[in-house]
């Protein structure tokens, strides 16, 4: 079986979605997060197209008509981060995933609730009711399961100060991509590093303690058990 996803990033350059200091944009964040996924995917086998390159900007129904022209897609993944309402910064934070209608067995809320377990695992911060559901375009007029997922407020400081950490977008790229694996049905298909990264976030431990960690008698189990939060 060969899966085909195509990831979404965000708006495009010149876009001025962006946090209050200017030192966050919108449009890059989710280009660097497609990338990031991208290779994690590709790792795998899973065919990777992408509805836009660094320096595109299409209209939504051009992402829609590239999603639709895949034969057979799997699944589309556009990727943003949110914004609260208001000039300056604000104190709303933390991700949620959104679909175009409930329907709790429905492709795309299976797909949702797949990333969402990723996130929950890994203990990235999330919204009230953090699965919601919008007829954004790219959600409604894209034939295959879709899922926007907004990771965190640029308006939030605290927040994009996580969200320009090159650790924790790995770590964040990470459990999306093994959302969408797990979706589609490859089990735990990241490994071992995967196990590191989550302990790593969800104990905030350095690289040279997981070694120490790593180098005991069973080691590598114990990373597991904590890593799948046992
Ligand atoms: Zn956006």
Same mark, same amino acid.
């Given at each position: 079986?060969?899966?085909?996803?195509?990831?979404?990033?965000?708006?495009?350059?010149?876009?001025?979605?962006?946090?209050?200091?200017?030192?966050?944009?919108?449009?890059?964040?989710?280009?660097?997060?497609?990338?990031?996924?991208?290779?994690?995917?590709?790792?795998?086998?899973?065919?990777?197209?992408?509805?836009?390159?660094?320096?595109?900007?299409?209209?939504?129904?051009?992402?829609?008509?590239?999603?639709?022209?895949?034969?057979?897609?799997?699944?589309?993944?556009?990727?943003?981060?949110?914004?609260?309402?208001?000039?300056?910064?604000?104190?709303?934070?933390?991700?949620?995933?959104?679909?175009? +209608?409930? !329907?709790?067995? %429905?492709? &795309?809320? =299976?797909? #949702?609730?797949?990333?969402?377990?990723?996130?929950?695992? @890994?203990?990235?911060?999330?919204?009230?009711?953090?699965?919601?559901?919008?007829?954004?375009?790219?959600?409604?007029?894209?034939?295959?399961?879709?899922?926007?997922?907004?990771?965190?407020?640029?308006?939030?400081?605290?927040?994009?100060?996580?969200?320009?950490?090159?650790?924790?977008?790995?770590?964040?790229?990470?459990?999306?991509?093994?959302?969408?694996?797990?979706?589609?049905?490859?089990?735990? +298909?990241? !490994?071992?590093? %995967?196990? &590191?990264? =989550?302990? #790593?976030?969800?104990?905030?431990?350095?690289?040279?303690? @997981?070694?120490?960690?790593?180098?005991?008698?069973?080691?590598?189990?114990?990373?597991?058990?904590?890593?799948?939060?046992?």
């Amino acid at each position: 079986m060969q899966y085909h996803v195509c990831l979404d990033p965000g708006h495009g350059p010149g876009c001025a979605n962006r946090s209050p200091d200017g030192s966050f944009e919108e449009q890059a964040f989710a280009m660097d997060m497609a990338q990031r996924i991208a290779r994690l995917l590709r790792a795998q086998g899973v065919m990777v197209t992408m509805t836009r390159s660094a320096s595109e900007y299409p209209s939504l129904q051009k992402r829609c008509q590239i999603a639709n022209g895949i034969p057979k897609l799997s699944l589309f993944v556009s990727l943003h981060s949110n914004a609260a309402g208001g000039a300056g910064w604000n104190e709303a934070h933390g991700h949620m995933l959104l679909t175009s +209608a409930p !329907g709790e067995k %429905a492709e &795309r809320n =299976r797909a #949702a609730g797949a990333i969402l377990a990723e996130w929950k695992k @890994l203990g990235i911060p999330l919204r009230p009711n953090p699965l919601r559901h919008q007829g954004f375009a790219v959600l409604r007029d894209t034939i295959a399961a879709a899922v926007l997922l907004e990771h965190g407020f640029h308006t939030n400081r605290e927040e994009v100060a996580m969200l320009k950490d090159s650790d924790f977008r790995a770590k964040l790229a990470e459990a999306d991509a093994r959302g969408i694996l797990a979706y589609l049905g490859f089990p735990c +298909a990241l !490994g071992q590093e %995967a196990d &590191r990264a =989550r302990v #790593a976030l969800r104990f905030g431990l350095q690289e040279e303690t @997981l070694d120490y960690l790593e180098a005991y008698p069973f080691g590598k189990e114990l990373l597991h058990k904590l890593a799948e939060g046992r």
